[in-house]
Structures are given as C-alpha cells and as structure tokens.
C-alpha cells in the first residue's frame, strides 16, 4: 500500500510513527490556511483556470449575488434555471457548497457563509434545497441535493455567501444560456481603464484611457455601439473618481483605424448607481466581424473626473476666489485615505449614522460626495471606531445618484442606536503610485522595517534612507498609510537590528515633519536636495511599525461639567503635588499655612478606538514618585489651560498617568487593567478611566486668577505618545465663568464635534494635530 499526503509528501515505506508525523503536519499547516500571506509575501501560486466540461444532461444554471450587499463580493445566492431567477435554502449548506458558488463565480475561494436571509429575503422557486457539495463540483447543479426545485423552505432560510476578493486567474465566463443574456451578471476575471494616448499615460492618476476586461487571461476591448454614460460612471466609480466627462473622440478613432482591436463578445449593461461591475448585467453579444469592427463602433473610452484632493493641478485660483464650504460630511477613525467612521453636519453638530439597512448603494452616495469613487464596502458595528455626539440618520435608503447623503430618505428617530451601531465605508480612491516609492526593509514581518525611500539625487532615482533626528508618531502614521499598512504603532529612531539593503544606507531625506494627515513622505515638510543630519543612515535611520487597528481615546465633556467646583486648599497638603509641578511658579513664594485656590474637575477618559490603550514605556522604565508613592507611565498624560476669550493663557496644569486602568465598561465588556500590585496599565477597548475630582493635580491653579469669562481646554496624550486612529477629537473645551466666589463649566464639547463657524468662538487649538511641533 502506498500513501501520499495532501501536501505530495510520499510516505511509502515509511515507519508508521512516521505517516502519523506526516499527517499530523499536513493537519496543523491546514488550520491556518484561511489566514493567508500578510502584505509583502507572495501568494502561493494559483492554479490556471480551466472551463467545466459539462455532460449533456447536467441542468444549465447561472448564479449571481444579490440583495443587500454591503460588498461586491458578497450577497444572496441566487439561480437562474428554467427561465427564472431563484435562491437557494440554507439546509445542509455549508463551506465546501459556498467554495462551489464562489468558484463557479469566478472567485478564487469561498470566505463564510450566512443562512436566514442575512442578506434579504428572495423571491421565486427555491431551487436547491440539502445541497451536499464535496467542495469540488464545477457547478452548483452537480451538487447532490433533493432535485432541482423540490423544496420545503421558505425565503426567510435563504443562504448567502462571502467569496474573496481574488479572482480565478484565467477566468472566462461560459454562457450556458445564450438566450438568456440580458439576464445575467457581468463575470470577468478583472477590468481596467489602459492609457492610449501619451499625454496620459504619464499623468497621476491616470484618467482616461480604454476600458478593457480581462477574459479567458486575454485583455479585450468593449465594443461602444451599447455603450453609455451609465456604464461610464460606474466604471470611473471603480477606480476612485466621482465622475465621468466627454473626451476627444476623433484622436481615438485615428489609433483605432492603426492597431485593430480585440473586443469582448458581449456588451455592458449598467444602471449607474452599481459600484462594481459585477453588480451590472450583461448587453447582448456584439455582432462581431472578425473580432475586428463592432458594426461600425470603436473600443470604449472613459474619460473620468478626479476629485478635489487628487486633481493633477490644484484649482488655487478658485481657493483663493471663493472659501471652501463646510462639507456635511466626513470619515473619522480610518487607516487610509477613503475609508472611516461616517459623521454628518446637523444643526451645526457631527453626528453619525445608525448602520440599519446601511448598503453598499449609500455608502456610494458618501464615497462619490467626498469626491472619491464608488464604495468598495459598507461597513457596520462600529468597525471603525465609535463617534461620541448625536446619531443623525438611521435606515438610510439611497437611490444611488444623490448629490449628498443628507438627500437620501432616512428615519429621524434613531432611538435603540447606540455607537455600537455606527456606519462606516471604505471608499475607492485613485491610484497614486505613491508606495512605490517607499518601503519597509529588514524587518521581522512586512508590518515592521527601516523606512527607506525612492529619491532622486545627481539626476538618477536612488534608495536610501530617511534620518531620524525629530522621526516620530506623525511621520510613520504617514508611512503606514501610504503602504497600506493600517496605523503606527512605533516610531523608531534606531533600526540597528533591522538591517535593510546596504546599498540603501545613506540618507537622502531629512529633517521629515508631516501632521500625520498627508498621503505621502514627500508631501512632509523636509529638507528637499539640501541634507542635514549629523545621525546619519544605517543604523541610525529612522524605522516604522505598523498596525490595522489604533486606540482612540475621547473625553467625556458631560463627566467636566457635572464634577466642576472650586476649593481653596492649603499649601502644607499640596507638597507632592509643588513636587510634581502642578501648582502656578507664584506657589513657591506661599506660606505653608496660605490657601491656593483650585479649579477641579473629573475626567472621564473613553477608549472608542479599536485596540487597547497602552503607555508608550515599559513597566521596567516607568518612573517612580517617592511622595506620592506611585509610578508614572507617562509624564504627560494630559494638558489643563485657561485661556482669556482673546486666546491668551492665563493659567495652566498638567496630569502624568500614574495609573491608566479600566474605571468602568460598557456592558459585556470585562476589565482587563488595574493599577493595583503594580498591575498593567491601559484602557480596554470599550472603557474609561476615570481620573476623579478629589486626586492630586486633577485641577487648574487659579489662585492669581481675576474674575471674568474664559476658555477652559484638556488635551489627551498631547505628545503623541501613543498612536491613536484620531488625534482630532483628544481636545475638549467649555466656556467657564469665575464670579470670584464659584465657577461654572458650560457648552462642553470634544474637538471636531461642532461645525467650523462655533469652533472658531472657542479660542485655543482647533485639534491637537494642529499643535504638531
């Protein structure tokens, strides 16, 4: 007997000891096969698409994904048999069924599966019913089941699937119903706009070209004689840009006439408000002569609108003419450029959205109003972080063409929405080819290396490294979201143990500061051809780790105005508190026994991020305070002012984290920090730390304060300690009012909660990336 394991390792003749080993591996590799190759490894290589051969007495289908989508990979199985479309019912389906619906669709792998109707109830016959799929049928309707159409479910158990993003090299889409075409989805292994004419192909991003889909592992052009602005739309959608315009039709039908083309078989039907191809049906087969003229028509030309932030030339003179509008809308809380948590403007206060029935089309309609592409996924459960004000909009219902998400039909009650249920999008955007002029290198995994960058010296492109000298959170937040690599978690100033390519060590960039918000190192203030750095590359050049996931850490305003009084305390019980610098300079001239009137407060501190707060210092690093007798992990944790309604500062205070733990938690949340025996600090996901009232250095000094109306201001983490996905919201400001004898909080609120006219009452810093160095 001979065996062989599923990995091809022979183990004839083995011991027996040895075939379990062998087994036992194949086994183990397997259980990690649904996570994949990180960013940065090749994938293993993929097998060659090959087409079905189909006996004559095998039933015809086609499937489509359908309903409320919140991908384009991902949806209601639906059928098409006997002349109707109908589902399939979730009895007895499982992984290896949804690997031959994705398969079928030319989706290289199955992701999960949904039954009960995750995806909307169907309608039409049920077509399969106890499927029992091997994984490895080339159609769904090779699949044993109780025979096409025989059934006992109703369309509350139809089953959904969720295939990958990756397509089946070589994939060709086989009609099996040529009659039926107008019917079916578009199914092509992939699609792309190529530049024709020289003055584009150099342009970034590049916006206008052929469109050309990818069949049979054959580039082919789309014939125009059914082509319309509809199709054009979602096409441009796809690749980043909100819109599409008229081109100059005579150059292309002069290229056309000198390289004949190679046009698809079919044409394209779309509605306009698809944000994916595959959601658009399938034209009738272009009466094709030669596969050379399309009667009489020419290959498809898209010519597409990029938005504001990626126009090729910046439109300054309309800047300086006319000032930009408050827009209604925006992302917090993302990685990259396009994607985040969705905050509308209402009544002059940001808000989110309640994800009830939040869809791809709506996240659509938010993508193309900021001036990017179409949605490439609507996203709900917070997953990108949780808001703090109001819930504007709940069951958001769009149609696709709206001008502005605050024009979609909606419900004004959001009662039973919490922020647990808060609205995001990731959005197309246009194709920048900045990250290939930045890498990581030497690092453990491709999240983590030295930075190093493509630069220009003596007129030849070079790699090199950028000098460390100031390197910090806002620089490598920048790198990681130019590579796609999510967030920051550190910046290093030293990379001696990540040694890169040595051709790559010498410095050819510094004296790097970015805000954190730019889309590329280059778009930093540095030094330009004129270098300066007296650290030099190599070891000393600065590095990155990355992260998909950041804390975001949010003051509780409510928690600052119900807790504020004011008390006069004596000296003699304040001399940890002079120690540790939290009294005004003119407390070192007060008498032991003389009063020092106070300004005290609560701060209740939320973690609405999605992973852990965490010190920047190690245990073995934080610094211990004899007279308190407590350690530090971070010496400024939080930055107290009073500023005069002119901005001037008047007063000031600070608070080191001498114990960051989980207060309290939402519900179902456990608590995973305590200061206690010299425990971890932190703050979990879903917590607040709560520094109370009656602690040491909970307070502002104003003692040589005159009555009269001010500005009182915190700032979380306002060195930039540890990374967060939002820095914009780490500042709360009040109106305060000192009579002389008490004193009122009032008109609280986070930064970025209100629109930019009521900010601007409010003097001090607008956020705390502004105050960035």
């Not at 994916?276 to 003229?293: A, E, F």
């Not at 407060?601 to 934080?622: C, E, L, V």
């Not at 060195?719 to 919201?729: A, K, L």
Request: hydrophobic share 30%.
């Amino acid at each position: 007997m001979s065996l062989r394991s599923d990995k091809g390792v022979p183990t004839k003749m083995l011991p027996p000891c040895c075939v379990v080993l062998v087994l036992l591996l194949d086994l183990t590799l397997a259980q990690y096969e649904h996570l994949g190759y990180p960013p940065g490894y090749p994938d293993p290589e993929q097998e060659q698409y090959s087409a079905p051969q189909l006996r004559p007495d095998t039933p015809r289908i086609q499937l489509r994904l359908s309903g409320d989508k919140r991908k384009h990979n991902e949806g209601r199985v639906e059928v098409y048999y006997n002349n109707e479309w109908g589902t399939v019912c979730d009895d007895d389906f499982n992984s290896h069924s949804a690997q031959v619906v994705c398969r079928e669709l030319g989706y290289l792998e199955a992701v999960s599966w949904a039954p009960a109707s995750k995806y909307g109830k169907g309608t039409g016959p049920i077509w399969f019913d106890n499927l029992h799929c091997t994984g490895k049928e080339k159609t769904l309707a090779l699949c044993p089941s109780n025979g096409i159409g025989v059934s006992d479910c109703k369309h509350t158990e139809d089953v959904g699937v969720v295939c990958s993003d990756k397509r089946i090299p070589g994939f060709r889409f086989i009609n099996t119903l040529p009659n039926h075409v107008e019917n079916m989805d578009i199914q092509v292994e992939d699609v792309r706009i190529r530049a024709i004419l020289s003055s584009y192909r150099k342009r970034i991003p590049m916006t206008e070209g052929y469109v050309e889909v990818k069949d049979g592992g054959k580039w082919k052009q789309i014939c125009n004689t059914e082509w319309s602005p509809l199709n054009a739309r979602v096409i441009c959608g796809m690749f980043g840009f909100p819109g599409e315009r008229k081109y100059n039709a005579r150059v292309y039908k002069m290229f056309a006439r000198r390289r004949k083309p190679s046009y698809w078989d079919y044409a394209v039907n779309c509605t306009g408000n698809e944000a994916h191809l595959s959601s658009c049906k399938l034209g009738q087969v272009s009466p094709l002569k030669s596969n050379v003229t399309c009667g009489g028509g020419l290959p498809v030309v898209v010519s597409c609108v990029p938005g504001r932030d990626f126009a090729p030339t910046p439109l300054t003179g309309f800047r300086k003419a006319f000032r930009q509008e408050q827009p209604l809308v925006r992302l917090r809380g993302g990685a990259i450029v396009g994607e985040g948590r969705v905050e509308v403007l209402k009544n002059g206060e940001w808000g989110t959205i309640c994800d009830d029935h939040w869809s791809l089309m709506s996240a659509t309609v938010v993508c193309r109003e900021l001036g990017l592409g179409t949605a490439k996924e609507a996203l709900s459960g917070g997953r990108l972080g949780q808001g703090m004000g109001p819930v504007h909009m709940n069951e958001v219902q769009c149609s696709g063409f709206e001008k502005s998400i605050t024009e979609c039909l909606f419900n004004k009650e959001s009662a039973g929405c919490s922020h647990e249920e808060d609205a995001a999008v990731r959005c197309n955007v246009p194709a920048m080819g900045f990250q290939q002029s930045l890498r990581l290198s030497g690092g453990r995994n491709p999240f983590e290396g030295r930075v190093e960058v493509l630069m220009e010296r003596n007129g030849s492109l070079v790699w090199g490294t950028v000098c460390s000298e100031g390197w910090g959170t806002m620089e490598a937040m920048v790198v990681c979201r130019t590579l796609g690599l999510g967030f920051a978690s550190n910046a290093f100033q030293e990379t001696w143990y990540w040694p890169g390519d040595v051709s790559a060590d010498s410095v050819v960039m510094s004296g790097v500061r970015c805000s954190g918000t730019e889309m590329s190192l280059n778009h930093c203030l540095h030094h330009g051809a004129h270098l300066s750095c007296s650290k030099g590359g190599g070891r000393n050049a600065a590095g990155v780790s990355c992260s998909e996931t950041a804390p975001d850490l949010v003051l509780n305003p409510q928690a600052v105005e119900q807790t504020t009084y004011m008390e006069d305390r004596p000296m003699f019980m304040m001399q940890c508190a002079q120690e540790e610098g939290c009294l005004s300079s003119s407390s070192s001239l007060t008498p032991a026994t003389s009063y020092r009137r106070l300004l005290r407060f609560s701060s209740r501190i939320h973690n609405n991020g999605q992973s852990d707060f965490r010190p920047k210092a190690g245990r073995n690093s934080w610094v211990w305070h004899d007279c308190h007798r407590h350690y530090h992990s971070m010496e400024v944790f939080t930055l107290y002012d009073l500023f005069t309604l002119n901005g001037t500062k008047v007063a000031e205070g600070h608070k080191a984290s001498f114990c960051l733990e989980d207060s309290e938690c939402d519900e179902g949340i456990e608590k995973r920090y305590e200061c206690a025996n010299f425990g971890e600090q932190g703050i979990t996901v879903g917590c607040w730390d709560t520094y109370r009232h009656d602690i040491d250095c909970q307070w502002i000094d104003i003692t040589d304060i005159k009555p009269g109306d001010y500005i009182f201001q915190i700032v979380i983490n306002p060195n930039y300690e540890v990374p967060e996905s939002d820095y914009s919201n780490n500042i709360m400001k009040c109106r305060c009012r000192y009579d002389g004898h008490r004193v009122w909080m009032y008109s609280c609120h986070n930064g970025g909660s209100l629109s930019t006219e009521t900010e601007e009452t409010f003097p001090g810093l607008l956020n705390n990336q502004v105050t960035h160095r």
